[in-house]
C-alpha cells in the first residue's frame, strides 16, 4: 500500500475502508466485464487505455 501510494502520489486506503469486501473486488470486476462481453458492450476505451475507440474484448470459449 505504501509503494502504491508513493508511486501514485495518492492516498492509498484499503478497500474495506470503503466499505467493499476486498477480496471479492477482483471477482466482481471479471464479473461486470464478462457480462458486458456477453451484451456486445466496450470494455476498454480510449480515455482509459488509449485504444483507437470503444472496444469489445474476449471471446466466450465453452
Known amino acids: 500500500m505504501a509503494m502504491l501510494a508513493s508511486r501514485a502520489g495518492v492516498e492509498a486506503v484499503p478497500a474495506e475502508a470503503l466499505g467493499w469486501k476486498g477480496d471479492a473486488v477482483e471477482a466482481e470486476c ?3 466485464l464478462a ?4 451484451r456486445g458492450l ?3 476505451f480510449p480515455s482509459t ?3 483507437p ?3 469489445c474484448g474476449g ?3 465453452g
Open 42 to 44: 466496450p470494455i476498454s
Open 59 to 61: 471471446r466466450l470459449a
Open 30 to 32: 471479471f464479473a461486470f
Open 49 to 51: 487505455t488509449g485504444v
Open 53 to 55: 475507440q470503444p472496444m
Open 35 to 38: 457480462v458486458r462481453v456477453l
